[in-house]
């Protein structure tokens, strides 16, 4: 048996309680408000965790890229949103082959005529009925329609119009709320979405177009709202794990957090432990969308201790510097690493080793490893 004390390090540690409970957390909230929960699994790139997520109650998952979909596509998943303007023929093309052969419900999104052309052209070639959300803008500035303009309802009328394509709703994500000073701030960012959603459907529905899903989603607005108005279907991701950056905005404590870097001292100085776990294993990520709050690179908490956490100051390949403050750790002993930001650290990863409340572990593969295209 594999056990915390003899796994080379770095390693990715998953503690499967806090994992389950986190997972169960998402889809109680999700019953209790009567919405639909299709977790983000850009996160855990696992087809297991997808799996688990889906026992829970998902009524599918959410993917980031064409690859990461065929990943998932072949683990079983039947009902997958591709968040992302998908525009490219080539990629379009394989990836509604791929569902079509096995039977995948698949919901694409759109901020533009090009991505409508693009996939009803291969939709209607393939014979494929597809869904196609239209994307929003809600303030984060990166993809979207305005949701002050006409280009909503003009989308969603010219999808409605194409053999194979069935309009599919809206969808949106909230990503500046990361940047949020605190908790109210970021409810505040979920209230604007969901009047702006409100807005979007209600003259998409005017214009003679039923909206079938208005789908929202990012851990911090779903974890901090208590209200979800104008609202069918959240997208968390990151809330399977949690990371520092959660609680820094007052979302969460460190015991909610599933994933550490478990790493080890192999060096030490007058000011700093050294540990082998660098940028190539943490990443140089301070949190999601440039959100600068946290100003280390994670928190290094000696293994089978309650220290409070010495900061990880500085990073290169391999090495991590951790501030000691005086006290360094012993060459040798292992520090598990709460990360700033968990999703990039499971992107640069190929497995997690998952630990059970008895101390057992087991290797679960990240099998949508690389799958950034
Ligand atoms: N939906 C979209 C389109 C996203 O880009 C993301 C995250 O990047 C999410 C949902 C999930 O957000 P989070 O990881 O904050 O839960």
């Known amino acids: ?44 790139k696992s087809v297991a965790i997808a799996r688990m997520q889906v026992a829970a109650g998902a009524c599918g998952i959410t993917v980031a890229k064409s690859s990461e979909a065929e990943v998932f596509i072949r683990g079983g998943i039947a009902d997958i949103t591709v968040a992302y303007p998908l525009i490219d023929p080539g990629k379009i093309t394989r990836l509604l082959m791929l569902a079509k052969e096995h ?7 759109v901020d533009s005529a090009v991505g409508v052309d693009a996939i009803g052209t291969a939709a209607r070639d393939m014979a494929f009925e597809t869904n196609l959300m239209v994307k929003v803008d809600v303030g984060l500035h990166r993809c979207g329609v305005d949701p002050s303009g006409d280009d909503a309802v003009t ?74 108005e104008n609202t069918t279907e959240i997208r968390p991701g990151n809330y399977v794990f949690m990371d520092l950056v959660q609680a820094s905005l007052g979302l969460i404590t460190k015991a909610d957090i599933a994933l550490t870097v478990l790493a080890t001292a192999v060096s030490c100085n007058d000011t700093h432990a050294i540990i082998d776990a660098g940028s190539k294993v943490l990443s140089s990520d301070r949190g999601p969308h440039g959100s600068a709050r946290l100003t280390s690179y994670g928190l290094a908490v000696p293994v089978g201790t309650d220290h409070p956490g010495m900061p990880v100051v500085s990073l290169s390949e391999e090495h991590g510097f951790v501030a000691h403050g005086g006290q360094c750790p012993a060459i040798g002993d292992r520090l598990r690493i709460y990360p700033n930001h968990a ?19 087991e290797l679960w593969p990240i099998d949508a490893h690389g799958t950034v295209f």
């Not at 949106?172 to 409100?198: F, L, N």
Request: with cysteine; charged share 20%.
């Open 1 to 44: 048996m594999v056990r915390l004390d003899t796994i080379e390090t770095p390693a990715i540690l998953l503690d499967r309680t806090v994992l389950e409970r986190n997972i169960a957390a998402a889809a109680d909230r999700a019953a209790a408000h009567g919405l639909q929960l299709r977790p983000h699994v850009k996160s855990h």
């Open 103 to 109: 039977g995948t419900r698949l919901n694409l999104i």
């Open 155 to 228: 989308l969603a009328r010219m999808i409605a119009n194409r053999a194979r394509l069935t309009f599919g709703g809206i969808i949106s994500h909230a990503g500046h709320a990361y940047s949020a000073a605190d908790r109210d701030a970021v409810v505040a960012i979920a209230r604007e979405e969901q009047t702006i959603m409100r807005d979007v459907a209600d003259r998409i529905a005017a214009a003679g177009m039923p909206v079938p899903c208005t789908s929202v989603g990012s851990t911090p607005t779903v974890w901090a709202c208590d209200r979800y």
């Open 343 to 361: 999703c990039p650290v499971v992107n640069l990863a190929r497995a997690f080793q998952v630990i059970d409340e008895n101390g057992k572990c």
